[in-house]
């Protein structure tokens, strides 16, 4: 769905001041994965993600959305942005109508689709994000920080954009509105198997709960991809780059250390938790038994 190849990029180009923030990236980014990008702050990972749809255009390299070199001519990058549709780091900051449905109307409305089309689309978005259909007729500014956020993701959602791209989706939240978003994330995917969804994040519990691909960036390079399992089962790359790992995973490590037999790729709470009370249950047998 989305792919880079040996892309670089430097902001203040040709001034004193130059720097380059991506450095000769490749990436493949399939259809029907959840894709989280990692890395410490200012790795690029925002400057990154910028290029997928076009805000931002390589100084050397090719950006790919569904096939095509979205820089060769002829390409309408109006329509790449309808392709790859772009949530950036606080959405709920870019609200402007004076409604609900017309925040959400108003990318279906400006790709010209008819009423009946629009009306369906901003109903979808809502469901899709779970929001409450009372709430469309209401000031998307009297909503919680939450429900903020999620009437502006609907708003990229109305438009079924074939990649779903998230900056930081779950940044500001309390656990309930991070814990929210993380399902819709989930929900879009299941709802749109076809869909390519990409999100930025720091905090690696929330990686591990939703991603199923991995790509972790260093100092504007891909430092490591793969698996969630992968990825989390080298500790020492991510703390080379400054990043944890999830603090299951931590717990995990420790008591193995202490003699307890626990499987390496543990990474979700849940299943964790499950493997370590087996752990200790199965400890507490062999005490019983000497």
């Known amino acids: 769905m989305l ?19 991506l450095d000769g990236i490749s990436m493949h980014i399939k259809k029907n994965t959840v894709s989280a990008i990692i890395g410490h702050t200012g790795s690029g990972k925002s400057t990154l993600i910028r ?16 096939g095509e070199d979205i820089w060769q001519k002829g390409t309408h990058i109006n329509e790449v942005r309808r392709k790859v549709g772009m949530v950036f780091q606080y959405p709920e900051q870019q609200l402007f109508e004076e409604t609900v ?11 010209g689709l008819c009423e009946a089309e629009v009306n ?19 000031s998307p500014f009297s909503l ?3 429900e903020k956020r999620r009437a502006a993701i609907a708003g990229v959602i109305a438009m079924r954009p074939k990649a779903l791209i998230l900056d930081e989706p779950s940044a500001g939240l309390d656990p309930r509105g991070r814990a929210e978003i993380l399902s819709v994330i989930k929900d879009y995917h299941r709802q749109n198997p076809d869909a390519a969804v990409v999100f930025v994040s720091h905090s690696m519990e929330d990686v591990a709960e939703t991603a199923d691909y ?4 260093d100092s504007g390079r891909l430092r490591a991809e793969g698996s969630v ?20 995973t931590e717990l995990a490590a420790v008591l193995n250390e202490k003699g307890f037999n626990i499987q390496r790729d543990i990474y979700t709470v849940n299943f964790g938790a499950k493997k370590i009370f087996e752990a200790l249950n199965v400890k507490n047998c062999e005490k019983k038994q000497e």
Not at 3 to 21: A, F, H, I, M, Q
Not at 52 to 64: A, H, M, Y
Not at 120 to 138: F, G, I, P, Q, S
């Open 120 to 138: 369906e689309r901003v109903n979808m978005a809502m469901d899709t994000v779970r929001l409450c259909k009372k709430y469309l007729d209401r």
């Open 51 to 66: 290029h997928f749809n076009g805000l931002l255009r390589p100084d050397e390299g090719q950006v790919f959305a569904d």
């Open 3 to 21: 792919e880079l190849r040996n892309v670089v990029y430097s902001y203040n180009k040709k001034l004193p001041g130059e720097r380059r923030v």
């Open 101 to 111: 449905y017309k925040d959400i109307a108003f990318g279906p409305r400006n790709m």
């Open 214 to 217: 991995v790509f972790a960036i």
């Open 144 to 146: 919680s920080g939450g």
């Open 229 to 248: 399992g992968e990825i989390f089962s080298q500790p020492e790359i991510l703390r080379e780059m400054g990043l944890d790992i999830p603090k299951i």
